[in-house]
């Protein structure tokens, strides 16, 4: 079973560039998220889709990030324009509707914002 | 909102030493628990879950049980390997939509 899919992998942009992250989950995920994981604490929910639809996205900031998930499989999440606290690894995760809490992540695209 | 607390790392231990890594939180609500792992290199992944009080999770010889009383999840094994060393975070899960708040993880490394 191929795994969450992520790219690119590493990106390296100025503040007030901005950048996009792609996100492929496991086939029949209906449920996706993307975490911020800035260094040295834990990931943070940004904003968590059931299919394409938006179930919680309390904690991204809209006035710079966005994210859609089309047809309710791939998504990809934008941030413009990027600040130097947006330096971070982005996860994707998804799951089955079946096992909440059971998440299964991509290897993350790290962003560095100069 | 939910809250996890983990101990302060970096922990290094030698090979076959017993490990703890402790775990609290604070919930609304009645959580599950987990514990995911990230290997060099790699994505997070769970290493064991609890869904109920007095549970007991386990999965590659690591163990944790579900303390209600204590609000506590604390992470043990009881004879670590050098390909243990990894990023161990502790998460809970509640709400009808499961959020998964995680701690700060602590870092393991062993040592041969």
């Known amino acids: 079973e191929a795994g969450v899919a992520q790219s690119p992998r590493y990106k390296i942009i100025e503040k007030r560039q901005s950048v996009a992250f792609w996100c492929n989950p496991i086939s029949g995920h209906a449920t996706l998220y993307w975490y911020q994981q800035i260094l040295g604490q834990g990931p943070k929910l940004l904003i968590q889709f059931q299919n394409n639809g938006v179930v919680d996205d309390s904690q991204l900031p809209k006035d710079r990030f966005s994210a859609e998930r089309l047809k309710g499989v791939d998504s990809t999440l934008k941030i413009q324009p990027a600040k130097l606290e947006d330096s971070a690894v982005y996860l994707c995760?998804?799951?089955?509707?079946?096992?909440?809490?059971?998440?299964?992540f991509g290897e993350g695209s790290r962003l560095t914002v100069l | 909102g939910d809250s996890v607390t983990q101990m302060e790392g970096p922990v290094t231990l030698s090979e076959e030493a017993f490990l703890t890594i402790n775990c609290t939180y604070t919930a609304t609500g009645y959580p599950s628990l987990f514990w995911y792992v990230q290997y060099p290199g790699e994505g997070l992944q769970l290493l064991l879950k609890a869904t109920k009080a007095d549970d007991k999770g386990s999965n590659k010889g690591f163990e944790a049980t579900y303390r209600k009383e204590t609000t506590s999840f604390h992470l043990e094994k009881g004879s670590v390997q050098v390909s243990d060393s990894a990023v161990y975070f502790c998460?809970?899960?509640?709400?009808?939509?499961?959020?998964?708040?995680f701690g700060k993880g602590i870092t393991l490394s062993v040592r041969p």
């Open positions: 995760a998804s799951r089955t509707y079946r096992a909440p809490g059971e998440l299964f």
């Open positions: 998460a809970t899960a509640t709400g009808a939509n499961s959020k998964l708040t």
